[in-house]
């Protein structure tokens, strides 16, 4: 059979997206340049192969289709996708191995994900040269992981020719190739046993972001080691939760194609909307949809759209199914596009001696952070900065390792025991006033007489501020007023955005809200400190200037 030419597909879809041609996001945009700019390095240790680079293409549309209106036609790869698999499988080193070794997918519902993850799955089986291949279409559930497997199952059992040229076989549990001794099977983590002792040549992770721990990806990574030349294959649409797998490698992905960290064996795309765009602007919707108009229904698109702007229930579920951006729970109170924008890395507390500062301080049971906001106004911005404590318990439960990851990154002060030793906050306070004018603590009795006596008696401007209601609305308020109106910054550490995220607005019959969460794992204390920073300092420009502290 004739076959296209893919790397003129891959270049061109690059230069239109380059060109604005094609409307594609900064990410997009920028993993287009990374390619083009690897193209163009004279001492680069990686060298781009064409016939790699188009064997795998080639492969993929010898393939079925085995569901909807094409099924039983030869799929005919997008432009996009050309673009993603000639990049991923072209670069080599010296040696001829693959250059990546993870790729990170993000596209919505409906662009051909499970159709290319199947391909790319067979592919590892039977075409890489692998001696025998350990392929695993893995999730944390065996009915997610047998999405894939079973596509790829469907696509072996309607191609004959694959069969008979690679002698690839299926049965009920695996689809395997005696020749080379590889198989492809569905690994799920509630399927029981344990999962090490796997040598992974491949791994497709579909929905990433329905993982609500690391531990599947983590086993993946260590499973790997043998081989020389794997590829784990991670493809998710957006999601909800900022602290797990999904979201880590999301971010790490961002680094990567913003120049920001160089990674070369690191695969990073995402598709989605900019942050400056308007979500109900038809023009935008093909930013995010890749396969806008094959196998994404503009008109389908449109109503869902429709409906988000009238529900407000279901506006998350547009945003992050169909637009990929990121929300945190259903009905959330921050827009985090706006949060995100307030994000400056470059701002430390070093740069804030002896301004104005007003503290919020929100202190924990056992289980929950205990933590302090500094708030600071200067020139008609607002800056803020955080301090959060956890017990090492705590910290050690499985569902919680992104407290252990954030504690490696100095960002949490994790204090002996199963509970939070109080010393620790009074002694940063007590420095943190040696270095900036501390106006007021505002404190919620809850948990913190003991404390607020100990420093009062010490001279510390200690306020009771208890979180009632009329306390937290007009805080909260003038809050998300500061963050849309951009003249609110913090350091973009990722403790209190995750908490921000967290936080759903109750409404109550007065138009008073008050920050909640939907579920106990979601912490919101970090957002609480804040609002109680801002409720500080909203109380002192409105009576007499409060005494400063100082040693």
């Known amino acids: 059979m004739a076959y296209r030419d893919y790397i003129k597909i891959a270049n061109g879809y690059i230069s239109d997206v380059l060109s604005g041609k ?12 990374r390619q083009r ?3 163009k390095r004279k001492k680069f240790r990686y060298t781009f192969n064409t016939d790699k680079a188009t064997r795998i ?14 099924a039983g036609k030869p799929i005919v790869l997008d432009a996009w996708q050309v673009f993603l ?22 596209v919505p519902r409906k662009n051909a994900k499970s159709t290319i993850s199947s391909g790319v799955a067979l592919y590892l089986l039977c075409a890489d040269g692998e001696g025998g291949p350990e392929v695993y279409s893995a999730a944390t559930t065996r009915d997610q992981a047998k999405i894939v497997w079973d596509d790829a199952k469907r696509m072996v059992d309607r191609c004959p020719d694959l069969r008979e040229y690679f002698g690839v076989q299926s049965s009920a549990h695996a689809v395997f190739v005696p020749s080379n001794a590889g198989v492809l099977k569905a690994l799920a983590r509630d399927q029981g046993g344990n999962l090490d002792g796997l040598n992974i040549h491949g791994a497709i992770v579909d929905e990433l972001h329905a993982h609500k721990t690391r531990e599947v990806w983590d086993v993946l990574e260590t499973a790997t080691g043998a081989r020389s030349q794997p590829l784990i294959w991670g493809i998710t649409t957006a999601g909800f ?21 160089a990674d070369e064996e690191y695969f990073g795309i995402i598709y989605t909307i900019d942050e400056s765009d308007d979500w109900t602007d038809p023009k935008v919707w093909a930013k995010a949809n890749p396969n806008w108009g094959v196998s994404v229904s503009p008109d389908d698109i449109a109503r869902k759209a ?3 702007m009238e529900m407000a229930a279901a506006t998350n579920n547009f945003l992050t199914k169909h637009l990929n951006v990121w929300v945190n729970a259903d009905t959330s109170w921050m827009n985090m596009r706006a ?13 804030f001696a002896g301004v104005p500062c007003w503290v919020g301080l929100d202190l924990a049971t056992k289980t929950d952070l205990a933590v302090y906001i500094l708030l600071f106004e200067k020139d008609g911005m607002y800056y803020a900065f955080g301090r959060y404590y956890l017990p090492e318990e705590a910290a050690e439960d499985g569902r919680s390792s992104h407290y252990q990851g954030w504690a490696r990154q100095g960002l949490l002060t994790l204090t002996p025991g199963n509970v939070t030793d109080f010393e620790y906050i009074e002694n940063d306070l007590r420095e943190d006033a040696c270095r900036h004018e501390i106006r007021m603590v505002g404190y919620d009795p809850w948990q913190a007489t003991y404390l607020a006596t100990r420093l009062t008696a010490e001279g510390l401007p200690m306020y009771e501020y208890r979180q009632t209601v009329q306390n937290m609305s007009e805080p909260m308020k003038q809050l998300e007023a500061l963050v849309l109106s951009g003249k609110f910054r913090h350091n973009g550490c990722p403790v209190l955005t995750w908490a921000i995220s967290n936080v759903v607005a109750h409404l109550d019959a007065k138009e008073n809200i008050y920050p909640r969460k939907e579920f106990p794992e979601n912490k919101i204390d970090p957002a609480v400190a804040l609002i109680m920073a801002i409720g500080e300092y909203q109380t002192a420009t409105q009576t007499a200037e409060p005494e400063i502290w100082s040693l």
């Open 22 to 33: 094609i409307p594609a996001c900064r990410y997009v945009v920028n993993a287009c340049e």
């Open 37 to 39: 700019d690897d193209l």
């Open 57 to 70: 293409c080639r492969f993929i549309e010898q393939l079925p289709h085995i569901k909807g209106i094409w």
């Open 85 to 106: 698999l000639t990049t991923i499988f072209g670069w080599v080193d010296s040696k001829g191995l693959r250059r990546f070794k993870t790729a990170y997918v993000e």
């Open 241 to 261: 939760n900022r602290t797990g797998i999904c979201y880590e490698q999301r971010a790490y992905s961002i680094k990567i194609l913003d120049r920001v960290h």
């Open 306 to 308: 429709r409906k988000a």
């Open 339 to 351: 949060w995100d924008a307030c994000a400056d890395p470059s701002l430390t507390l070093e740069q």
